[in-house]
């Protein structure tokens, strides 16, 4: 793909300006002058972003939300073609920051990783054999970022019907009332998905359609993307965690209570 890309090591001693720039004095011209930071690229990788604390991760909010920094009274755009990637190790957690809630629910998902199956292992092997020889395969064709933009128009096009729009709209409805879905249900909720979930579902729906050929969303787009959407932005009640219920057992109660369009 076309664009730059930029991988941050998060470390607890990272500091919020490390990641956006700041105003650097200039003695010979006697003013101020910004230097960006890493954050100024297209595709952000912030490698085991709760390494850092929340104040350094934080700083990461109004570029995810707004696509824009403010430094001092000015504020900078970043590009057009932006996007913020960031990996949490699940095993370690001795000197890592829990992400607070406002940062995840900026994430348009959270993919859980698994090891690789035999055959994605050998791959792997393979990749890295050829890579330590330098015979590495001939690099594959780039897309440009007028194509991305593109292909981003035609997916605002895809057509989703009312019932289907409803249909989201229920599924969210019910992670803020749980309870009149079943008692087991309600029991497990906290707290329920923010209006940013609406609108995940809605882009990301209408995206599994294109990537399918169809120009219409089905129901079945978007529960497929529904367990991506909704394992970070669910807060699980105390007897849900006490009896081991998982993120993605609450998004299969959720799909399997609320009637589909």
């Avoid at 076309?2 to 919020?16: A, H, V």
């Avoid at 997916?155 to 079943?182: C, F, H, N, S, W």
Wanted: aromatic share 8%; glycine share 4%.
């Amino acid at each position: 793909m076309e664009g730059d890309f930029q991988r941050i090591q998060f470390t607890p001693d990272l500091l919020p300006a490390d990641i956006t720039g700041s105003d650097i004095y200039r003695p010979e011209q006697g003013n101020f002058e910004f230097q960006a930071g890493p954050v100024f690229h297209n595709l952000i990788l912030a490698d085991e972003i709760n390494r850092a604390p929340a104040k350094v991760q934080s700083a990461l909010l109004e570029a995810m939300a707004e696509r824009q920094i403010s430094i001092g009274n000015r504020s900078y755009p970043l590009p057009d073609l932006f996007l913020v990637m960031a990996t949490q190790n699940p095993i370690e957690q001795e000197g890592t920051y829990p992400l607070p809630e406002a940062q995840l629910d900026r994430f348009l998902m959270h993919v859980s990783v698994d090891y690789p199956d035999a055959v994605a292992e050998r791959q792997i092997l393979q990749l890295a054999r050829e890579d330590a020889s330098g015979t590495v395969s001939a690099e594959p064709p780039v897309v440009d970022q007028a194509t991305i933009m593109a292909a981003r128009r035609e997916v605002l096009a895809v057509y989703m019907a009312d019932k289907i729009e409803e249909y989201i709209v229920q599924l969210i409805q019910a992670t803020r009332q749980p309870e009149a879905y079943g008692q087991e249900l309600g029991a497990w909720l906290e707290f329920g998905a923010s209006p940013r979930a609406t609108i995940a579902i809605d882009r990301c729906a209408r995206v599994q359609a294109w990537l399918e050929g169809r120009d219409y969303v089905t129901p079945d787009d978007v529960r497929d993307v529904l367990p991506d959407i909704l394992r970070h932005r669910l807060i699980l009640s105390f007897e849900a965690e006490a009896a081991g219920v998982s993120t993605d057992r609450v998004i299969d109660s959720l799909i399997t209570s609320v009637p589909s369009a």
